[in-house]
């Protein structure tokens, strides 16, 4: 493997990167710029801790050193020359991945050929064709011939190979369409995964300033700053750090977080997070040379780069790099069974969301459509796996019966390949009846639907990462939304302030305040707040200045200058470097403290944080004359009563500032962070207001209307929390419901023993509205809570809003995860199933929409194909049990196949979504796919057009006037009669198709059908080449020309499913007792035990081949294929120790496979889930 890892990591043309050791003529200078070569920075960066100190030390005497190397400057960056950026990436490679190449359409096709109804249909072809070309010697040929019934004359004779080429034609064709489908939805994958790439960007120094780029346009040498809630996205050691803790399990598993400090461990490595502080990196690795570069690569996410590299001869030094360090080797094996939060690579790296897919520890259950789909299909393709064997076994035994006990015939030689010829021709026309039975436009339908949807969604600001998230959204039935920035507009300003005993109900006058106060206000203002926060001028004439970074800071450094201060020269006097101390904020402290050291070697600590919490430490305040005096308990007391309280119920946040003086001898112990935080001076209390975003009480209107509950989660005080939700309208007047804070939610739903009882959760969750002070856990307990509650009879489907590092365990638990664009962190972003470009709620409500819209247009492609499938089957079967030949051909049963399958669920698959959606409540899991109103539809439609085509059959040479077209002999010519059938039956279908746009029995089936361009050209479409097919498609389509009154009549009889139907919506479904409905969710036995998921693998296939057709649906077929596919899958996902040690498993288990694979999963569950008990993951049951 070390073999494997140095040659594919190799990027660049070899001679640039030795040059800088080897030497070579013009070419040393061209590194030689630079005073680092490649592989020292790489090696350098294997290195932790001491280690990496001592080489730094060794090699350039220390991280100033190396920057000279690197010709960049730790305070200025370096400069914007775009000559110089590009040596550098010549030199020390670009930030991104190569993306893992893209199936070519060939292989799309291939996949596509291995659909086992397929190599059935195209066997039987091939040996129609065969047969068809065999002409057995004429004189005995008269002993066989009379079964034919009539000899044929020789041009029939001849045609009899058309047939079977037909069938393999209609077979290219459906594999043509289904793989060109395939690669338009992978396209549009790469597409959306490069819209998510451009999204990140991360803060550099450059020429002195801050400024935020690409990603991908990070080079070596590039001063980087890094925040709370960053995935760094490039190696780079630590300059200057404030409390820096990264969390590296992504790399290393350890999920403790690592301390960072420029003088003990200043390694900071890419795709880990930042959980707490801030400081400043110069990056030395970028690309396929970082940690996570060179895991990826081993991952195979470079592929083409290692061809290159085989061509290139090796060199000692490469070879040598793995072997020196057994602890990276060790490393890379664990990072391949991790999590891996891969670099963004330029276009679309389906291999980190596969990576991440596959090793996302939370799995999420079986999305709720795929389940229900997956187990109607399956019961769907066993009905017609059944009939085509009675079909086949009735077609033989009747004509064995009749020939050889009937008529008394031999069995000669010479005759057998004729006989073997009617076998054949009953063996496809059992295989046509399972072709049209299988309902594989399913997979097709789903897919088309969700991607049709994500990119309509992309216009309404959501931007999916998990394609299913779509579908699960239209099934919500509860919200837990973050307040800042989601519901409000997220610009703080400070609205009211006490200080100096006095407050000011507006911003006071700077007279008004003791000067020495008001210079204390801006110095802990201006130093206490992250310098990356800051006031810019507007960027129109006349518009709001622009708060960019923390926006509370923002709040507050716009207090200074409505103060009429400036907070700009404090900064210059200190700058970040002076820093002695800084104690970043997190959700356990709530404030955030810095250190200064004063002329005078003393210190001076200054504290910014949630007004309760901070009021606590402490112990003086300033008067109206700005001097310290005592503040005791019972003053906080009525502080809280008079100031706080007042403001939170105004809806204000409130901040305290205050700050403490520190000696200088003996220094502090500035770990104990206890001792140092307390005794504080309170400066000042200001409450900051975050008004309500215009658009957000109508939506959420809307969602309690569509039956969807929201609560709030926030960190702010419960007056304020209760404040807004009363602004919002998640609270209103006279509503049962319960507002609580964290620490008595906490408190209510633990035992004695301090452990969450799920029944106390529950006693609570539903009258919830507003849980305020929150920590993240509060919030993932909330959701897990509400998720694995049993009281409602339906399994809650919970949608949670997350911005902050913190959210991430919340989020990924929940049903579909929210992450902000804009507000978000990269970590947040990570974890969410959808990200909300604009961070606004009411774009949540548009995804509620779409969701139900997937929902409803699934439903309908349901309604309309299962109305061809049992009329196709049935005629096909009575047709050929009475008289022995299906009066719906092979090719003429592929045609409706392709398209009742594939036109249809384009045409229905993206009907755009109405407002109406949102007056109905959610369906729910346990919901059925086909509800009553369909199921009464479906059954209604099947009569119509059995009773017409049955008519046709036995009487339409009487009606028509036209030759009979029954018990025609082998290689007959095709008849007028049957022709009338066929194209009877397909017009029936056209129309059929706009009945089923309406699934609630609305009458009106044409609102809104033109403003739908897809449908109408698909419909259109469709009736212009039907005509083609029956009036030019002769004998391989088995069609004679019909004249003109025969299409009136044809299309008149079509035309009656439009009356019908409104026929059928006027019977009242509740008359109708005998109907029952189909497609139920998973009941509960099936669903996994919380642990058991642990073990179960989840292959997903819904980022990859979205079609696996009808392999899914025969188990007899199925279960070997299925084993396979797991098998190679797990080869191809790079999981190596993963798949040895599951394969043996994985064919152990072949009589366990729980789950019959959608298109989209593969489950396989290491113990059987049946009865599971307890099912903490269940669901609830009615």
């Given at each position: 493997?070390?073999?494997?890892?140095?040659?594919?990591?190799?990027?660049?043309?070899?001679?640039?990167?030795?040059?800088?050791?080897?030497?070579?003529?013009?070419?040393?200078?061209?590194?030689?710029?630079?005073?680092?070569?490649?592989?020292?920075?790489?090696?350098?960066?294997?290195?932790?801790?001491?280690?990496?100190?001592?080489?730094?030390?060794?090699?350039?005497?220390?991280?100033?050193?190396?920057?000279?190397?690197?010709?960049?400057?730790?305070?200025?960056?370096?400069?914007?020359?775009?000559?110089?950026?590009?040596?550098?990436?010549?030199?020390?490679?670009?930030?991104?991945?190569?993306?893992?190449?893209?199936?070519?359409?060939?292989?799309?096709?291939?996949?596509?050929?291995?659909?086992?109804?397929?190599?059935?249909?195209?066997?039987?072809?091939?040996?129609?064709?065969?047969?068809?070309?065999?002409?057995?010697?004429?004189?005995?040929?008269?002993?066989?011939?009379?079964?034919?019934?009539?000899?044929?004359?020789?041009?029939?004779?001849?045609?009899?190979?058309?047939?079977?080429?037909?069938?393999?034609?209609?077979?290219?064709?459906?594999?043509?369409?289904?793989?060109?489908?395939?690669?338009?939805?992978?396209?549009?994958?790469?597409?959306?995964?490069?819209?998510?790439?451009?999204?990140?960007?991360?803060?550099?120094?450059?020429?002195?300033?801050?400024?935020?780029?690409?990603?991908?346009?990070?080079?070596?040498?590039?001063?980087?700053?890094?925040?709370?809630?960053?995935?760094?996205?490039?190696?780079?050691?630590?300059?200057?750090?404030?409390?820096?803790?990264?969390?590296?399990?992504?790399?290393?598993?350890?999920?403790?977080?690592?301390?960072?400090?420029?003088?003990?461990?200043?390694?900071?490595?890419?795709?880990?997070?930042?959980?707490?502080?801030?400081?400043?990196?110069?990056?030395?690795?970028?690309?396929?040379?970082?940690?996570?570069?060179?895991?990826?690569?081993?991952?195979?996410?470079?592929?083409?780069?290692?061809?290159?590299?085989?061509?290139?001869?090796?060199?000692?030094?490469?070879?040598?790099?793995?072997e020196n360090n057994p602890n990276k080797a060790k490393k890379q094996d664990e990072a391949v069974a991790m999590e891996m939060q891969p670099l963004k690579s330029a276009e679309g790296g389906e291999v980190e969301e596969k990576e991440k897919k596959k090793a996302n520890v939370s799995k999420k259950e079986k999305s709720v459509l795929q389940g229900k789909l997956t187990k109607l299909a399956v019961q769907i393709g066993k009905a017609g796996l059944v009939?085509?064997?009675?079909?086949?076994?009735?077609?033989?035994?009747?004509?064995?019966?009749?020939?050889?006990?009937?008529?008394?015939?031999?069995?000669?030689?010479?005759?057998?390949?004729?006989?073997?010829?009617?076998?054949?021709?009953?063996?496809?026309?059992?295989?046509?009846?399972?072709?049209?039975?299988?309902?594989?436009?399913?997979?097709?339908?789903?897919?088309?639907?969700?991607?049709?949807?994500?990119?309509?969604?992309?216009?309404?600001?959501?931007?999916?990462?998990?394609?299913?998230?779509?579908?699960?959204?239209?099934?919500?039935?509860?919200?837990?939304?973050?307040?800042?920035g989601t519901l409000t507009t997220n610009r703080m300003t400070v609205v009211q302030a006490f200080v100096g005993d006095q407050l000011f109900t507006a911003v006071p006058d700077p007279n008004q305040i003791n000067s020495k106060t008001l210079e204390l206000i801006v110095s802990a203002i201006a130093i206490n707040c992250a310098y990356t926060s800051k006031i810019m001028a507007a960027d129109q004439e006349g518009g709001l200045p622009k708060q960019v970074?923390?926006?509370?800071?923002?709040?507050?450094?716009?207090?200074?200058?409505?103060?009429?201060?400036?907070?700009?020269?404090?900064?210059?006097?200190?700058?970040?470097?002076?820093?002695?101390?800084?104690?970043?904020?997190?959700?356990?402290?709530?404030?955030?403290?810095?250190?200064?050291?004063?002329?005078?070697?003393?210190?001076?600590?200054?504290?910014?944080?949630?007004?309760?919490?901070?009021?606590?430490?402490?112990?003086?305040?300033?008067?109206?004359?700005?001097?310290?005096?005592?503040?005791?308990?019972?003053?906080?007391?009525?502080?809280?009563?008079?100031?706080?309280?007042?403001?939170?119920?105004?809806?204000?946040?409130?901040?305290?500032?205050?700050?403490?003086?520190?000696?200088?001898?003996?220094?502090?112990?500035?770990?104990?962070?206890?001792?140092?935080?307390?005794?504080?001076?309170?400066?000042?209390?200001?409450?900051?207001?975050?008004?309500?975003?215009?658009?957000?009480?109508?939506?959420?209107?809307?969602?309690?209307?569509?039956?969807?509950?929201?609560?709030?989660?926030?960190?702010?005080?419960?007056?304020?929390?209760?404040?807004?939700?009363?602004?919002?309208?998640?609270?209103?007047?006279?509503?049962?419901?319960?507002?609580?804070?964290?620490?008595?939610?906490?408190?209510?739903?633990?035992?004695?023993?301090?452990?969450?009882?799920?029944?106390?959760?529950?006693?609570?969750?539903?009258?919830?509205?507003?849980?305020?002070?929150?920590?993240?856990?509060?919030?993932?307990?909330?959701?897990?809570?509400?998720?694995?509650?049993?009281?409602?009879?339906?399994?809650?489907?919970?949608?949670?809003?997350?911005?902050?590092?913190?959210?991430?365990?919340?989020?990924?638990?929940?049903?579909?995860?929210?992450?902000?664009?804009?507000?978000?962190?990269?970590?947040a972003k990570e974890a969410s199933d959808i990200i909300l470009t604009d961070d606004n709620f009411s774009s949540i409500v548009k995804a509620v929409m779409w969701g139900r819209n997937v929902y409803d247009s699934i439903s309908k492609f349901l309604q309309f194909q299962l109305t061809v499938n049992v009329v196709a089957v049935i005629v096909a079967f009575t047709g050929a049990c009475i008289t022995q030949d299906s009066p719906l051909k092979a090719v003429?049963?592929?045609?409706?196949?392709?398209?009742?399958?594939?036109?249809?669920?384009?045409?229905?698959?993206?009907?755009?979504?109405?407002?109406?959606?949102?007056?109905?409540?959610?369906?729910?899991?346990?919901?059925?796919?086909?509800?009553?109103?369909?199921?009464?539809?479906?059954?209604?439609?099947?009569?119509?057009?059995?009773?017409?085509?049955?008519?046709?059959?036995?009487?339409?040479?009487?009606?028509?006037?036209?030759?009979?077209?029954?018990?025609?002999?082998?290689?007959?010519?095709?008849?007028?009669?049957?022709?009338?059938?066929?194209?009877?039956?397909?017009?029936?279908?056209?129309?059929?198709?706009?009945?089923?746009?309406?699934?609630?029995?609305?009458?009106?089936?044409?609102?809104?059908?033109?403003?739908?361009?897809?449908?109408?050209?698909?419909?259109?479409?469709?009736?212009?080449?039907?005509?083609?097919?029956?009036?030019?498609?002769?004998?391989?389509?088995?069609?004679?020309?019909?004249?003109?009154?025969?299409?009136?009549?044809?299309?008149?009889?079509?035309?009656?499913?439009?009356?019908?139907?409104?026929?059928?919506?006027?019977?009242?479904?509740?008359?109708?007792?005998?109907?029952?409905?189909?497609?139920?969710?998973?009941?509960?036995?099936?669903?996994?035990?919380?642990?058991?998921?642990?073990?179960?693998?989840?292959?997903?296939?819904?980022?990859?081949?979205?079609?696996?057709?009808?392999?899914?649906?025969?188990?007899?077929?199925?279960?070997?294929?299925?084993?396979?596919?797991?098998?190679?899958?797990?080869?191809?996902?790079?999981?190596?120790?993963?798949?040895?040690?599951?394969?043996?498993?994985?064919?152990?288990?072949?009589?366990?496979?729980?789950?019959?694979?959608?298109?989209?999963?593969?489950?396989?569950?290491?113990?059987?889930?049946?009865?599971?008990?307890?099912?903490?993951?269940?669901?609830?049951?009615?």
């Amino acid at each position: 493997m070390g073999d494997i890892a140095n040659s594919s990591v190799q990027f660049y043309p070899k001679k640039k990167r030795v040059s800088g050791a080897a030497g070579g003529g013009g070419e040393v200078n061209h590194a030689g710029d630079f005073g680092a070569t490649l592989e020292e920075l790489r090696d350098l960066m294997e290195l932790r801790g001491p280690e990496a100190l001592q080489k730094i030390e060794e090699i350039y005497d220390s991280t100033e050193g190396l920057c000279q190397r690197l010709k960049t400057s730790p305070n200025e960056g370096l400069s914007d020359n775009a000559v110089d950026l590009e040596k550098r990436r010549e030199v020390f490679g670009q930030n991104f991945i190569p993306p893992k190449k893209a199936k070519t359409f060939l292989e799309l096709v291939w996949e596509a050929l291995q659909d086992v109804t397929l190599i059935i249909l195209e066997v039987a072809a091939l040996i129609s064709l065969g047969l068809s070309f065999y002409q057995p010697p004429g004189e005995e040929s008269e002993a066989c011939g009379n079964v034919a019934s009539g000899a044929e004359d020789e041009g029939e004779a001849e045609a009899g190979w058309i047939e079977g080429a037909a069938i393999l034609l209609s077979v290219v064709c459906v594999v043509l369409v289904t793989a060109f489908n395939d690669w338009s939805k992978e396209k549009q994958f790469r597409g959306l995964q490069s819209r998510i790439e451009q999204e990140q960007r991360f803060a550099v120094v450059r020429n002195g300033t801050v400024i935020q780029i690409p990603v991908a346009e990070l080079v070596v040498g590039d001063v980087a700053q890094v925040k709370y809630g960053d995935l760094l996205p490039a190696d780079g050691i630590l300059i200057q750090g404030n409390d820096l803790k990264i969390d590296e399990s992504s790399l290393t598993g350890e999920s403790d977080h690592v301390r960072k400090d420029a003088d003990k461990d200043p390694m900071l490595l890419s795709g880990t997070h930042v959980m707490e502080g801030s400081g400043r990196m110069v990056v030395t690795a970028v690309g396929v040379n970082s940690q996570t570069g060179i895991i990826f690569t081993l991952l195979g996410a470079g592929e083409a780069e290692e061809e290159k590299e085989k061509k290139e001869p090796k060199k000692g030094k490469q070879d040598g790099t793995l072997e020196n360090n057994p602890n990276k080797a060790k490393k890379q094996d664990e990072a391949v069974a991790m999590e891996m939060q891969p670099l963004k690579s330029a276009e679309g790296g389906e291999v980190e969301e596969k990576e991440k897919k596959k090793a996302n520890v939370s799995k999420k259950e079986k999305s709720v459509l795929q389940g229900k789909l997956t187990k109607l299909a399956v019961q769907i393709g066993k009905a017609g796996l059944v009939m085509s064997a009675i079909t086949v076994i009735i077609l033989v035994l009747y004509f064995v019966i009749e020939t050889f006990v009937v008529q008394g015939r031999e069995w000669k030689a010479e005759c057998t390949p004729v006989y073997v010829q009617y076998f054949v021709k009953f063996f496809i026309i059992g295989v046509t009846v399972l072709v049209v039975a299988v309902p594989e436009g399913l997979p097709l339908a789903v897919t088309i639907s969700l991607a049709y949807s994500v990119k309509k969604m992309m216009k309404d600001n959501n931007l999916v990462r998990h394609l299913d998230a779509c579908e699960t959204m239209g099934n919500a039935t509860a919200i837990c939304s973050d307040k800042t920035g989601t519901l409000t507009t997220n610009r703080m300003t400070v609205v009211q302030a006490f200080v100096g005993d006095q407050l000011f109900t507006a911003v006071p006058d700077p007279n008004q305040i003791n000067s020495k106060t008001l210079e204390l206000i801006v110095s802990a203002i201006a130093i206490n707040c992250a310098y990356t926060s800051k006031i810019m001028a507007a960027d129109q004439e006349g518009g709001l200045p622009k708060q960019v970074g923390n926006k509370t800071e923002c709040g507050l450094l716009g207090f200074v200058l409505d103060l009429k201060q400036d907070y700009a020269p404090v900064r210059e006097q200190i700058p970040e470097e002076k820093l002695y101390k800084v104690y970043t904020f997190n959700s356990v402290r709530k404030s955030m403290s810095t250190v200064i050291q004063l002329p005078d070697r003393s210190f001076r600590l200054y504290s910014k944080g949630a007004s309760e919490i901070l009021l606590k430490k402490c112990a003086s305040i300033l008067d109206a004359g700005g001097e310290p005096r005592n503040f005791r308990p019972r003053d906080r007391d009525d502080m809280v009563k008079n100031v706080i309280e007042p403001m939170a119920c105004d809806g204000l946040r409130t901040i305290c500032v205050a700050y403490r003086d520190l000696p200088a001898s003996p220094e502090p112990d500035w770990e104990n962070e206890a001792d140092i935080i307390t005794n504080l001076v309170c400066i000042t209390v200001v409450g900051i207001e975050d008004p309500v975003r215009p658009e957000v009480p109508d939506a959420i209107v809307r969602c309690q209307r569509a039956g969807i509950t929201v609560r709030m989660v926030t960190g702010d005080n419960i007056n304020t929390a209760r404040a807004i939700a009363a602004k919002c309208g998640i609270i209103q007047p006279g509503d049962d419901f319960i507002c609580l804070e964290g620490k008595d939610f906490n408190r209510r739903i633990r035992n004695e023993k301090g452990e969450i009882e799920q029944e106390r959760i529950d006693k609570i969750w539903p009258k919830l509205r507003v849980l305020a002070r929150s920590s993240p856990t509060d919030k993932h307990t909330l959701v897990k809570g509400i998720i694995d509650s049993t009281v409602c009879e339906q399994r809650q489907v919970v949608a949670v809003t997350g911005d902050g590092t913190n959210d991430g365990p919340a989020l990924k638990k929940a049903d579909v995860g929210f992450a902000m664009g804009i507000a978000g962190t990269d970590v947040a972003k990570e974890a969410s199933d959808i990200i909300l470009t604009d961070d606004n709620f009411s774009s949540i409500v548009k995804a509620v929409m779409w969701g139900r819209n997937v929902y409803d247009s699934i439903s309908k492609f349901l309604q309309f194909q299962l109305t061809v499938n049992v009329v196709a089957v049935i005629v096909a079967f009575t047709g050929a049990c009475i008289t022995q030949d299906s009066p719906l051909k092979a090719v003429q049963m592929l045609w409706v196949n392709l398209i009742m399958d594939t036109f249809a669920s384009l045409a229905l698959a993206t009907e755009p979504p109405t407002e109406s959606l949102l007056l109905r409540k959610p369906y729910g899991r346990n919901n059925p796919l086909i509800s009553l109103t369909m199921m009464k539809n479906i059954l209604g439609h099947a009569i119509y057009q059995l009773i017409i085509i049955f008519t046709l059959l036995f009487a339409g040479e009487k009606i028509f006037n036209i030759d009979c077209g029954r018990n025609a002999p082998l290689h007959s010519p095709p008849s007028e009669h049957y022709t009338i059938i066929f194209n009877t039956f397909v017009l029936m279908q056209l129309f059929n198709e706009i009945n089923a746009r309406k699934i609630h029995g609305e009458r009106n089936v044409f609102d809104g059908m033109f403003s739908n361009p897809i449908f109408c050209s698909i419909v259109f479409g469709t009736f212009g080449i039907q005509i083609v097919i029956v009036q030019w498609g002769g004998k391989p389509f088995s069609c004679a020309p019909l004249n003109v009154e025969q299409w009136l009549w044809c299309l008149f009889v079509g035309l009656g499913e439009l009356l019908w139907g409104q026929v059928i919506a006027t019977v009242p479904t509740s008359q109708l007792k005998f109907l029952k409905e189909a497609g139920h969710g998973t009941g509960r036995d099936e669903i996994m035990d919380e642990d058991m998921a642990e073990d179960e693998e989840e292959i997903d296939h819904a980022e990859r081949e979205l079609r696996r057709g009808q392999i899914l649906w025969f188990r007899g077929l199925n279960r070997i294929q299925t084993q396979m596919e797991v098998v190679s899958t797990f080869k191809r996902s790079g999981s190596f120790q993963g798949a040895v040690r599951r394969r043996s498993s994985v064919l152990s288990q072949l009589h366990e496979v729980t789950n019959i694979s959608t298109p989209t999963h593969v489950v396989l569950s290491t113990a059987n889930a049946t009865g599971a008990p307890g099912n903490p993951g269940g669901e609830c049951l009615p």
